[in-house]
């Protein structure tokens, strides 16, 4: 994918700016006026390949420190996971909201961020509910909901951005396609995590909720991966550059 970003002209030249808002003092109409400045551009099909590029750094690293990794499991934690989810998924999402033309730094950031304390929620969930609370059912569902509150909003921001654009019957079948993934994928990892802490099942067992992880997480990545790589072929006028 990486050498298809390069290799490909019109991948390469698929490039989604990136731009500053602010007030500017207009002096004909004596007011502050919104306006906007380009800082610079991404290549899509770059931003794709790094994705995937962290996970396979971020197993690298587990595969070098396996007896780590097995002890955290026996503490039914996984730290490896929350950290490379809030790195990997961010980029992901960030990349995502440019395709539907949130171009801005500071909007960028935020999704950024929000989707990082998503993630760090779900590790403070595995980590201050320990095993021994965990079998007597005495969990604590408050770092859970603060998650799920701070993963919505990137949702809620690609959403405005696709109702706003309107013409429906004109949106290619790819943009359709990252939506549906996105909300079945983004959705099961939560659920996999109720799952686990509510003990059904097979569930009971954490190693069972990790395989999920890892089952969920090789399917969404490689699915989204691929969509937004795809998404290089969506019109790529002058228009994003008008602002």
């Known amino acids: 994918m990486l050498v298809a970003s390069q290799l490909i002209q019109g991948i390469k030249d698929f490039t989604k700016d990136v731009t500053m808002s602010f007030l500017s003092y207009d002096e004909d109409t004596k007011s502050l006026e919104s306006a906007s400045k380009y800082i610079g551009s991404v290549e899509i099909g770059v931003v794709a390949a790094v994705f995937l590029l962290m996970s396979g750094l971020a197993h690298a690293f587990v595969l070098r420190n396996w007896t780590w990794y097995l002890k955290a499991l026996d503490a039914e934690t996984n730290p490896a ?66 998650g799920c509150l701070a993963g919505a909003a990137p949702w809620a921001v690609v959403g405005l951005y696709f109702y706003g654009g309107g013409n429906y019957d004109r949106i290619p079948d790819f943009v359709y396609a990252i ?65």
């Open 81 to 146: 996971r929350w950290v490379e989810y809030a790195v990997s998924s961010s980029l992901m999402i960030v990349a995502i909201a440019m395709l539907f033309g949130c171009y801005d730094l500071a909007s960028l950031i935020l999704i950024a961020t929000s989707n990082a304390s998503m993630n760090f929620f779900g590790f403070l969930m595995e980590l201050l509910n320990p095993p021994a609370a965990r079998a007597r059912g005495a969990v604590n569902w408050a770092r859970f909901a603060m």
């Open 179 to 243: 939506l549906a993934g996105y909300f079945v994928f983004f959705n099961t990892f939560p659920v996999n995590m109720v799952l686990q802490y509510a003990q059904c099942g097979p569930w009971a067992d954490y190693r069972f909720g990790e395989a999920g992880y890892i089952v969920l997480s090789l399917l969404s990545k490689s699915l989204l991966a691929w969509l937004v790589f795809g998404g290089t072929a969506q019109p790529n006028g002058d228009d994003d550059k008008d602002y």
